[in-house]
């Protein structure tokens, strides 16, 4: 059974927004592409990784989460906050970002699969069918210490 895969980063706040750094901040010469981390994801679970992209969106409700753009299948990055600990501008859109953290590994039930996709249509505002799903899905996560917004 092929598994889904789905690329997210969560920032824990460790500080107020400064300028354009979130937290410990983030170094974008320090970013490992992608598509080499998703060669071998297992090698990178348990240490901590930079990810950098463009940011192509961010959450319109409470600025809790902005999606970037990688080099991996046409995948994206999401880094999220817990909400109201940080608010990522919406203006942000189009810009390039960092941000370092712990890679993790959480693999979904098929039940678990069709909640994290509703949310995710519900929060894009886009329909979704849970019938439609049909496989679980591994999440790959970057619980992040920082991050940086380009100016």
Not at 98 to 104: D, L, N, P, S
Not at 118 to 133: I, L, R, T
Request: hydrophobic share 40%; glycine share 8%; aromatic share 8%.
């Amino acid at each position: 059974m092929r598994s889904l895969i789905f690329v997210l980063v969560t920032v824990f706040a460790m500080g107020a927004f400064a300028g354009k750094k979130f937290g410990a901040g983030a170094k974008f010469s320090d970013a490992i592409p992608m598509s080499k981390i998703m060669k071998t994801p297992e090698s990178y679970v348990g240490k901590e990784v930079t990810v950098s992209g463009v940011i192509v969106d961010v959450c319109a409700k409470r600025g809790c989460w902005m999606q970037l753009t990688t080099d991996y299948q046409s995948e994206k990055v999401r880094i999220k906050v817990n909400d109201g600990e940080m608010v990522f501008p919406l203006e942000s859109r189009g810009k390039k970002a960092a941000a370092k953290g712990e890679f993790k590994k959480m693999t979904l039930s098929l039940e678990q699969t069709k909640s994290f996709l509703q949310h995710q249509a519900e929060e894009n505002k886009k329909k979704f069918d849970p019938a439609s799903v049909k496989e679980p899905m591994v999440v790959y996560q970057v619980q992040a210490t920082g991050a940086v917004i380009e100016e």
